[in-house]
């Protein structure tokens, strides 16, 4: 079952793969029965949602005992300013970004909603101001606000931007 809060993205999933169903609706009130699905997937998504524990809940309710979530999405780093300046720049370039989270912040959800994390993984690329917005077609509405932002941030840090990636297995406890 192909889930999304945008009906255009379920609608491109569901046509791009023989009978796959669709759901358009909230991550965090899934219409599905309890114990229903053996895997859950979330991938680049969860910065979207404005309570992630609540997704997460839903999650462990949905899956079947011995049922594994496999999530990716964007992580920032601990460093609460440099998490800040992350997701202010996400936010110039995407209105629907609600948080990025710190990979420590999705464990503890995680294991407050009754999953085992089993593996994680971090991944991190450099991004270059310039490439990101054209790749993210947005140069013409924030790119100046978020250029001046990134800027300003990497000369006071010294450091590289990057995003990093937090894709995480977790399994529902067998009852």
């Not at 997937?41 to 899956?63: G, K, M, N, Q």
């Not at 948080?99 to 085992?116: F, M, P, V």
């Not at 993984?121 to 790749?135: I, N, V």
Request: charged share 30%; hydrophobic share 35%; aromatic share 6%.
């Amino acid at each position: 079952v192909a889930a999304d809060l945008a009906p255009e993205m379920v609608a491109t999933a569901t046509s791009e793969y023989d009978g796959l169903e669709g759901a358009v609706t909230d991550a965090e009130r899934l219409p599905f029965a309890t114990d229903s699905f053996d895997v859950v997937t979330c991938r680049f998504a969860a910065h979207h949602f404005p309570d992630p524990e609540a997704f997460l809940s839903e999650v462990e309710r949905i899956l079947a005992p011995g049922g594994v979530l496999a999530l990716e999405d964007l992580c920032v780093p601990a460093d609460p300013d440099l998490a800040a300046h992350v997701n202010r720049i996400e936010r110039l370039r995407d209105s629907s970004h609600v948080e990025t989270y710190s990979r420590a912040q999705w464990r503890d959800w995680i294991t407050g909603a009754g999953l085992t994390v089993e593996t994680a993984h971090e991944t991190s690329r450099r991004l270059e101001a310039d490439a990101w917005l054209d790749r993210m077609d947005c140069r013409p509405t924030v790119g100046g606000r978020s250029e001046r932002c990134w800027r300003t941030r990497r000369q006071r840090s010294r450091s590289p931007s990057s995003s990093n990636t937090n894709p995480t297995a977790t399994a529902k406890e067998s009852a």
